[in-house]
């Protein structure tokens, strides 16, 4: 079965500083995509990457960094010089590919609260 | 392209009375997920339609069902609401290859 976990219920920084979110995933399958969204306030989940399990590749994008480790089971999401706009929800989410239908599963999400 | 739309975008409603709620996802998307949202529980899936079929479903009662336009938009129903159906409900929809979902804002259910 498949589960997301993410360790961190709330994280509090002050702007401009760097925080990381913890995801920890589970999956019998060998190909399956790990996601990162984002929920403001006002509810709707804002896609923010994708990578599926062939793609260990490393990525930064702007403000953003990925670092996923299929040894570890884990998929972790970096801001740089946080601002106060990136308070959110995040959620990591892992997708079987290949699945028939669609059955995402989420984490319980990480609240991050960025001061000014 | 404009994104995921859902309607009504809050609804307050009492125990027993039943909801209907719409969806419509992005133009050329034909995969319509919906999910719940609640302090207690986190995101869950419902279920999944594709070109009109479920393919998939939670584990959530006979109360909850939905269906799939042929024009993609999607519709759940909630029948003899309870306290515990109150929470955010909402709705994604992704292209043939199913690979990344997108989200509506959401329904905000209240049940009195």
């Known amino acids: 079965a498949q589960k997301v976990t993410q360790a961190q219920t709330e994280i509090s920084v002050v702007e401009k500083e760097d925080v990381t979110l913890d995801c920890v995933y589970e999956t019998r399958d060998t190909t399956y995509y790990l996601f990162w969204y984002k929920q403001p306030p006002s509810g709707e989940l804002v896609f923010l990457i994708r990578?599926?399990?062939?793609?260990?590749q490393n990525e930064i994008s702007g403000r953003y960094s990925w670092n996923f480790q299929k040894s570890t089971s884990s998929f972790n999401f970096t801001i740089t010089a946080s601002q106060v706009v990136d308070s959110a929800v995040y959620f990591c989410a892992l997708s079987e590919a290949g699945n028939y239908g669609q059955n995402f599963v989420f984490g319980p999400g990480t609240r991050l609260s960025v001061l000014p | 392209k404009a994104g995921v739309t859902q309607t009504p975008r809050y609804l307050i409603k009492t125990r027993g009375q039943q909801v209907t709620l719409s969806c419509s996802p992005i133009?050329?998307?034909?995969?319509v997920s919906w999910y719940q949202q609640t302090p207690g529980q986190g995101l869950q899936f419902l279920f999944e339609y594709f070109s009109e079929t479920q393919r998939n479903k939670g584990n959530f009662p006979g109360r909850f069902s939905g269906r799939q336009f042929s024009n993609s938009r999607s519709e759940m129903n909630v029948s003899t609401l309870e306290l515990g159906d109150s929470a955010l409900y909402l709705c994604?929809?992704?292209?043939?290859?199913?690979?990344?979902?997108?989200f509506g804002p959401g329904t905000r259910l209240t049940v009195l």
């Open positions: 133009s050329g998307h034909r995969s």
């Open positions: 990578r599926n399990s062939f793609d260990e």
């Open positions: 994604a929809s992704s292209d043939w290859t199913g690979d990344t979902q997108y």
